[in-house]
């Protein structure tokens, strides 16, 4: 349709070698640009649900706080020998005769955590054969009990030429030992954080016999670096963490007025995902309002008092992590008031006592992958509520030279019923970078509550229409100022308390009258 | 091969200037070798005015009391021939044919038609707002453009310069749109958009690194010329110029995009019931709503052919006045058949002045005015306009014409 009109200009376009400023013209379209029906479960459709009573709620569930213990946890790096031992003080070796060390239990000194078992997440093993001895050599070393994920016990074998005491002959070796599983038991088993090794040294030379002493020691250095657990189990030790941090939600800035609440149901959930043995507590919770000024503690049972705080159950696949709930609502807590001060810093305190009587479990603690401590929060907000000036403010940064271009004057009409019983007023502000106010764009009216029936709890629909203007010196405004603050205040009818219902809704139609700017 | 000659020569015998309507005949000017250089360049419409034509031109503001001064006809029509040419003209081709010349040209051509209903045009420039709750009638706009060059060759007759050329066509450009029964409609509170649309066409333009030349098809068309030499009983000769040109398509390439829309679509604003949504509307979406069939495939355009039979005004000192008639058609809808008449006035022998009335083609009533100069037998130059009004102002009349011609013997 639109190409025979492209076309007229296409051909005027031919003659336009001398052309010296763009053909414009100004035609007037008005057009719809959206519409819908937009009921709760629409603008928050993982966040409101139809609670009990029949009305809305505002429903939360989901972390808010985290924390892992994996860095208790410490593998340092730490250098490991073994040495072969001749009974003898002098032997000669001929070709295929051997000298073996089996079941040297080596110490990995952890302090005073004892590891029977790791499965390493990351880590590497840098390992150093010198050999003295005058004649070829085969070298075979074997970790018993340190196998990777396919069930393999960790093995090397190094084939040495001559060397003596002075002059010893050296290889090196390095092992990406991520996913090993180490038993750190000891040959017996019944040992803690001892590594199991077997050593043969074997001679390689063909024909010829060479002698060894007692004094020609062949050494295997074993050294592990930056060792990360995956899983663990043994005792980790004992320890009393604690700490204070604030958690910023800055969208709750954005927030004010008057929001006032009839009741809200809160579960805080303490998690552990580790098989140990712990205590902890909250020591406070205070929400603060940074554009009042205003802090209010939440106050709750247990507050400030130590919970003891259940193992995790299963094993290293299966394990699931224990659940403390603490349970709050308008009567046993101050969850009210902390809400409706609109807190947009809340300060946490909080204590946990890992392992507190000690060993008490005979080194039974388990670390599980990606087990963590979680503070989880599980909330339903009635929506009975009442507002009074309750108002949303933001500030949006705009390119505006597309509007600039194209559009002269204009205005946008929003036709609505609206059965929500709040009432809407927002004025837009064309504002500079500097937050200067340089213009405001008010609405013709405000948008109307639905008429709200106290004694059926439920509100009818009200059917209104509110316009928007936006002159050629606003466009420009909105040019030069590059930004929009909108101040979108609600009230609810008659300032009264008010039940807001799954199927209340704003149907609406935006329509656009605008001046364009046509231009080629 | 004589038999062969002389069919050609007397079907299809013309003056080598016949495709312009308003230079003149002269015998004997191409005995030896000839140069020619030429440039038509008319725009005709019933519809835009010099002062709305003017500020496509030259840039400005369009405001309300022009477009609402610029009237509008029931079926508005615009039109646009612009070639450039050069031809050469060797007239000892075949020695055993003396008659007989070899004409090679080659030509840049652009050709534009657009044919609209006035509620195209106020949809255009006064948008749908001053039409809410009306029912704005689309039905049967066309509009087309197309740009070619023609490389042609052909063989012309002496005695009464006509010819006969065979082009090789390089296609550049095209774009051809046409509506059926189309309609748009915005409702009283301007809610909902209502388009029934019935359009087909191509286009070819589907590279932007497309560069002013670049070939994107081929064809051939074929103009014959014919001069009728008529002497009267009183010695005065006269010349009836039968021209047909055009005959010939282009055969464009395999990634022309072909379109074919056949709708009847409400639009009434983007569902928003879900916010989600919002980011889901695109141009594919938009085009299934329209019921949009696109596709890219080769195909062929006929070349709109062009019949003028005229009254050549001839070179002759023994008639200084001479009438001049003729008429010319385009074969496509967007053209109606044009006439011209008028006086021709020769006072001497390097000097010639025509002017004439025309009316029809894409353009109503107007006037063309000719000079032409001859300096002794070697130079000739012809400068016209078919539109005396719309060349000599920018804002009174509607189209324009500038045509001129030069031509060197040697």
């Known amino acids: 349709m639109i190409k025979p009109i492209l076309l007229v200009f296409t051909i005027a376009l031919l003659l336009t070698g001398c052309k010296k400023e763009p053909t414009t013209w100004q035609p007037n379209w008005t057009a719809p640009l959206a519409k819908g ?189 930056g060792l990360e657990p995956k899983y663990a189990r043994g005792y980790f030790g004992q320890y009393d963490l604690s700490d204070t941090t604030a958690l910023k939600f800055p969208e709750i800035r954005k927030l004010s007025g008057l929001l006032a609440l009839d009741s809200l149901r809160m579960t805080l959930n303490i998690q552990n995902g580790f098989d140990l043995i712990a205590q902890a507590k909250i020591s406070e919770l205070y929400g603060r309002n940074t554009a009042t000024n205003q802090s209010i503690l939440l106050n709750f049972p247990f507050l400030n ?6 193992p995790a159950t299963g094993g290293l696949y299966d394990s699931e992590p224990s659940n403390y709930y603490l349970s709050m609502n308008s009567d046993n807590s101050t969850i009210i008031p902390f809400i409706e001060n609109l807190p947009d810093s809340i300060v946490f305190g909080y204590q946990i006592k890992i392992n507190p009587d000690g060993n008490t479990g005979a080194g039974t603690d388990q670390f599980f992958p990606n ?134 809704a704003i149907d609406f139609t935006l329509t656009t009258d605008l001046n364009l700017k046509i231009s080629i | 091969m004589k038999i062969v000659y002389t069919v050609i020569i007397i079907l299809f015998a013309s003056t080598l200037s016949a495709q312009s309507i308003d230079f003149a005949y002269r015998d004997s000017i191409l005995n030896k070798r000839s140069i020619q250089v030429s440039a038509i360049n008319t725009f005709t419409t019933n519809s835009i005015n010099n002062e709305l034509l003017g500020k496509f031109i030259y840039g400005g503001q369009i405001g309300t009391e022009l477009i609402t001064n610029n009237g509008q006809k029931k079926f508005n029509v615009l039109g646009g021939e612009f070639e450039q040419s050069i031809s050469y003209f060797e007239g000892s081709f075949l020695p055993s044919k003396p008659a007989v010349g070899l004409v090679v040209s080659v030509s840049d051509q652009h050709f534009a038609s657009a044919s609209f209903k006035p509620d195209i045009y106020n949809l255009a420039f006064r948008g749908n707002t001053p039409y809410l709750d009306d029912t704005l009638d689309f039905s049967y706009a066309h509009g087309q453009y197309l740009h070619y060059q023609n490389y ?209 083609g894409y353009g109503g009533l107007r006037f063309g005015l000719n000079a032409n100069l001859w300096l002794k037998e070697n130079f000739f130059i012809g400068l016209s306009t078919l539109n005396v009004i719309g060349v000599s102002s920018n804002t009174i009349g509607k189209g324009t014409s500038a045509n001129i011609s030069l031509q060197y013997n040697f």
């Open chain 2, 152 to 360: 042609s060759v052909g063989v012309y007759d002496k005695r009464t310069q006509s010819y006969v050329k065979l082009g090789f066509l390089v296609g550049n450009e095209s774009i051809n749109y046409r509506l059926g029964n189309s309609i748009f409609h915005t409702s009283s509170d301007g809610n909902d958009l209502f388009l029934q649309a019935d359009m087909s066409g191509f286009n070819t333009k589907n590279d932007s690194s497309d560069s002013y030349f670049t070939a994107k098809g081929y064809g051939f068309a074929l103009e014959i010329n014919h001069n009728f030499i008529i002497n009267s009983k009183s010695g005065k000769q006269h010349i009836v110029n039968f021209n047909l040109s055009n005959l010939g398509s282009i055969f464009w390439g395999n990634s022309t995009q072909n379109r074919q829309i056949d709708t009847t679509y409400l639009y009434n604003g983007f569902n928003y019931s879900n916010i989600n949504n919002i980011g889901e509307l695109n141009t594919a979406i938009l085009a299934d709503s329209l019921n949009i069939n696109t596709y890219t495939s080769a195909r062929r355009e006929a070349l709109p052919i062009q019949i003028i039979i005229n009254k050549t005004p001839v070179y002759s000192l023994t008639q200084k006045w001479q009438s001049l008639f003729g008429f010319k058609a385009l074969l496509i809808p967007d053209y109606r058949p044009m006439v011209f008449g008028g006086v021709y006035f020769q006072p001497n022998d390097f000097f010639s002045v025509s002017t004439r009335a025309i009316i029809g």
């Open chain 1, 305 to 310: 008092q130590f919970l003891n705080i259940n």
């Open chain 1, 371 to 504: 087990s963590s401590f979680n503070l989880l929060a599980d909330a339903e907000l009635p929506l009975h509520i009442k507002l009074d000036q309750f108002t949303i403010t933001d500030t949006f940064k705009i390119d505006a030279s597309a509007i600039e271009e194209n559009i002269q004057s204009g205005s946008i009409t929003l036709s609505y019923t609206n059965s929500f019983p709040l009432s809407a007023n927002v004025p837009l502000k064309i504002m500079n970078a500097a937050g200067t106010v340089l213009d405001s764009i008010i609405p013709s009216e405000i948008l109307k509550a639905g008429n709200y029936q106290t004694a059926s709890e439920s509100t009818l629909p009200v059917v209104g229409q509110c316009k928007y203007s936006l002159s050629q010196s606003q466009i420009e405004n909105l040019v030069n100022g590059g930004y929009i603050s909108v101040a979108a205040t609600f009230n609810t009818s008659n300032i009264a308390f008010v039940k807001i219902n799954m199927t209340d």
């Open chain 1, 37 to 225: 029906k937009l009921s709760l479960s629409d603008m928050l459709p993982d966040y409101s649900a139809e609670n009990t009573d029949g009305f809305a709620s505002l429903i939360f569930n989901d972390t808010v706080y985290s924390f892992s213990i994996d860095t208790l946890i410490k593998l340092p790096d730490t250098a490991l020998v073994q040495k072969t031992a001749v009974a003898f003080s002098s032997v000669s070796l001929g070709p295929g005769s051997f000298i073996e060390n089996n079941d040297i239990d080596q110490l990995y000194d952890l302090g005073d955590i004892s590891l029977k078992r790791v499965i390493v997440k990351k880590g590497m093993a840098f390992i150093t054969v010198s050999s003295p001895w005058a004649g070829k050599t085969k070298a075979i070393f074997e970790f018993p009990k340190v196998k990777d994920n396919a069930g393999n016990i960790l093995s090397r074998t190094y084939f040495l030429e001559p060397g003596t005491n002075a002059n010893p002959f050296v290889v090196y070796d390095t092992i990406d030992i991520a996913n090993y599983d180490f038993d750190l038991t000891g040959a017996s088993g019944g040992l803690a954080n001892y590594l199991t090794a077997n050593m043969s040294i074997y001679s390689n030379e063909e024909t010829a016999s060479f002698t060894v002493t007692n004094l020609d020691t062949v050494l295997l250095s074993l050294t592990f670096s």
